[in-house]
T-cell receptor, first 112, second 115 residues
Framework: GDSVTQMEGPVTLSEEAFLTINCTYT??????LFWYVQYPGEGLQLLLK?????DKGSNKGFEATYRKETTSFHLEKGSVQVSDSAVYFC???????????FGSGTRLSIRP | DAGVIQSPRHEVTEMGQEVTLRCKPI?????LFWYRQTMMRGLELLIY????????DSGMPEDRFSAKMPNASFSTLKIQPSEPRDSAVYFC?????????????FGEGSRLTVL
């Protein structure tokens, strides 16, 4: 079946550091891939997405590229800020079905 | 536009009591999801509806849990009787199934504590 695996947290970085959160997936078809972010006390919200291989999603300085050959969708940001502290979820879904499968989440803490 | 609205935001109850969580999806959305989030198990999909019809309830933990969607603008998740292990944050999310973007819109969650 389909699944998403992301790196264990928590991840703690200093402000302005480079961020990578790894995500790999197993899929029976050709899903769309997503990164969602959950700020403290809030629900999840979509951060970025990619719908096909080699697409790059980007938003708020974050980027992720859909790599079919390595079945990966790693999240990167060149210079993190304290306000980026949150839990990040990698996910996959299909346009033919409304269900989305989430990874376990990675907690990110940024030190001033 | 209003987002997904959940109530109550916080609920503290005693073991054995009935708990009802409510959700109003975004107007026009035709898919609705109930998730549970805990530190131990992460984010779990409990059930989802398309056009008010339950499609997949395989994530509902046991018969104590039930969910209904009587119309396009309202859904409930009921736990009866509640147990301490049901303590979690319960999220409702909605989406427009036919737009093919896969984006879910989440409410702010209902934090349940069962003593």
């Amino acid at each position: 079946g389909d699944s998403v695996t992301q790196m264990e947290g928590p991840v703690t970085l200093s402000e302005e550091a480079f961020l990578t959160i790894n995500c790999t997936y197993t899929a029976t078809g050709y899903p769309s891939l997503f990164w969602y972010v959950q700020y403290p006390g809030e629900g999840l919200q979509l951060l970025l997405k990619a719908t096909k291989a080699d697409d790059k999603g980007s938003n708020k300085g974050f980027e992720a590229t859909y790599r079919k050959e390595t079945t990966s969708f790693h999240l990167e940001k060149g210079s993190v800020q304290v306000s980026d502290s949150a839990v990040y979820f990698c996910a996959l879904g299909y346009s033919s079905a409304s269900k989305i499968i989430f990874g376990s989440g990675t907690r990110l803490s940024i030190r001033p | 536009d209003a987002g997904v609205i959940q109530s109550p935001r916080h609920e503290v109850t005693e073991m054995g009591q009935e708990v009802t969580l409510r959700c109003k999806p975004i107007s026009g959305h035709n898919s609705l999801f109930w998730y549970r989030q805990t530190m131990m198990r992460g984010l779990e999909l409990l059930i989802y509806f398309n056009n008010n019809v339950p499609i997949d309830d395989s994530g509902m933990p046991e018969d104590r849990f039930s969910a209904k969607m009587p119309n396009a603008s309202f859904s409930t998740l009921k736990i009866q009787p509640s147990e301490p292990r049901d303590s979690a944050v319960y999220f409702c999310a909605s989406s427009l199934w036919t737009d093919n973007t896969g984006e879910l819109f989440f409410g702010e969650g209902s934090r349940l504590t069962v003593l």
